[in-house]
T-cell receptor, first 116, second 116 residues
């Protein structure tokens, strides 16, 4: 298996622009997680999906952020409009069990976002 | 609320020396505990996990961790460090989210430097 795939790996954009990050989870996994990593706040969970349904989005920082999972093999995290403080590494992770029980989360390589 | 503290931001160890990375957690019930490693430019990889049973857990790459309930700790150890172990290490605890589903709460990480 190719593991969790994220694209792009690096994104540089200007303030006010829309940014879309993409994730393909491991085939057969039914839980998907989006995280943000910054020096100041560490690794934060933004949102997670189970069977394509958003279960908990309490970590989404504000309305400028939105996430979708139209099918089991694809998810997007969108920021519109982007701001410099959104600069971070965004990770996608997937798991083969519902988050009602603990299981290993497999992380993608991340997308490094820089907003100028 | 559940939380994880990794008191050491950076640690430098000589190659071949032993290693211990500290992790303290705050959680009311029996915790589910994890150690992840992040190599530069990479996503997080699970080293080991503790759910129940034997309090000494063996992981990949020669790592082990010991759960000590009385100290609320889950320290990571390795008897002999290799230069390839240089990375950032994250401790995490499974926590119950707002919706009743479980999620991971990560510590801020410890960056391990290995000197020749």
């Amino acid at each position: 298996d190719a593991g969790v795939i994220q694209s792009p790996r690096h994104e540089v954009t200007e303030m006010g622009q829309e940014v879309t990050l993409r994730c393909k989870p491991i085939s057969g996994h039914n839980s998907l997680f989006w995280y943000r990593q910054t020096m100041m706040r560490g690794l934060e969970l933004l949102i997670y999906f189970n069977n394509n349904v958003p279960i908990d989005d309490s970590g989404m920082p504000e309305d400028r952020f939105s996430a979708k999972m139209p099918n089991a093999s694809f998810s997007t995290l969108k920021i519109q409009p982007s701001e410099p403080r959104d600069s971070a590494v965004y990770f996608c992770a997937s798991s083969d069990r519902a988050p009602s029980s603990y299981n290993e989360q497999f992380f993608g390589p991340g997308t490094r976002l820089t907003v100028l | 609320a559940q939380s994880v503290t990794q008191p050491d931001i950076h640690i430098t160890v000589s190659e071949g020396a032993s290693l211990e990375l500290r992790c303290n957690y705050s959680y009311g019930a029996t915790p589910y505990l994890f150690w992840y490693v992040q190599s530069p430019g990479q996503g997080l990889q699970l080293l080991l996990k503790y759910f129940s049973g034997d309090t000494l857990v063996q992981g990949i790459k020669g790592f082990e961790a010991e759960f000590k309930r009385s100290q609320s700790s889950f320290n990571l150890r390795k008897p002999s460090v290799h230069w390839s172990d240089a990375a950032e290490y994250f401790c995490a605890v499974g926590a119950q989210g707002n919706t009743g589903f479980q999620k991971l709460v990560f510590g801020t990480g410890t960056r391990l430097l290995v000197s020749p």
